[in-house]
């Protein structure tokens, strides 16, 4: 199994929601990552757990709060957003995040997240 | 900007015909991946090449390294309608924590005409 599963394909909210993407491997990958994407735009990089701790905040608005319940899930839980959070959410997991030995990256295929 | 450039930003061609993409960083190249996204969903790693390799190949696909440039490319031979898709290359940076974050380039998007 080379998945990375990613729930909910598309969600809608509003400013004042409270909401949740998850995204869950059981590759044994033990690095995982969150990734936000605009339209034409690359991949940008919010969030590195590595062995379920937190390794990289890219100054990522606290609105936006990563969690990882254990080595196989990853949450982002997701709070009073504005109109320009709006894009493509994007979870990835890789064997470790400390080595090149292992870089490849799996990547889900996203959170369409619209904030109204 | 750590990001990388990629150029060209988007190509159109028929089927059967060579693309070629090319990608630049100005900070230094540790292992440089390329990445192939359909359709703003998810991305594919379709191929990595290690700071002490100078080419490799997978099937169609084969990819150069110039770390004294500080820049790689992608040729896609015999292209097909499939092929159409956007392109990143991905540089690895090493960070302080002990870990690395992947730095994405400006994508090439890649249209096949069949």
């Known amino acids: 199994d080379t998945e990375v599963t990613q729930t909910p394909k598309h969600l809608v909210m509003g400013m004042t929601n409270k909401k949740s993407l998850k995204c869950e491997q059981h590759?044994?990958?033990?690095?995982m990552y969150w990734y936000k994407q605009k339209a034409k735009k690359p991949p940008e990089l919010m969030f590195v757990?590595?062995?379920?701790?937190?390794?990289i905040n890219e100054s990522v608005p606290s609105r936006f709060s990563p969690e990882c319940p254990n080595s196989s899930l990853l949450n982002l839980h997701l709070h009073a957003l504005q109109p320009e959070d709006s894009a493509l959410y994007l979870c990835?997991?890789?064997?470790?995040?400390?080595?090149?030995?292992?870089?490849?990256?799996?990547f889900g295929q996203g959170t369409r997240l619209t904030v109204v | 900007s750590q990001q990388g450039e990629e150029d060209p930003q988007a190509l159109s061609i028929q089927e059967g015909e060579n693309a070629t993409m090319n990608c630049s960083y100005k900070?230094?190249?540790?292992?440089l991946q390329w990445y192939r996204q359909n359709s703003g969903r998810g991305l594919v790693h379709l191929i990595l090449?290690?700071?002490?390799?100078r080419e490799k190949h997978s099937g169609r696909l084969r990819v150069t390294l110039d770390t004294s440039k500080k820049s790689s490319s992608l040729l896609i031979t015999a292209s097909r309608a499939a092929d159409t898709a956007s392109y990143f290359c991905?540089?690895?940076?090493?960070?302080?924590?002990?870990?690395?974050?992947?730095?994405f380039g400006a994508g090439t998007r890649l249209f096949v005409k069949a």
């Open positions: 590759m044994g990958h033990r690095a």
């Open positions: 900070t230094s190249i540790n292992n």
């Open positions: 757990y590595s062995y379920e701790k937190l390794s």
């Open positions: 991905a540089n690895l940076l090493l960070i302080n924590t002990g870990g690395f974050k992947t730095i």
């Open positions: 990835a997991s890789s064997q470790d995040s400390g080595s090149f030995r292992n870089t490849e990256a799996f």
């Open positions: 090449i290690r700071s002490n390799e």
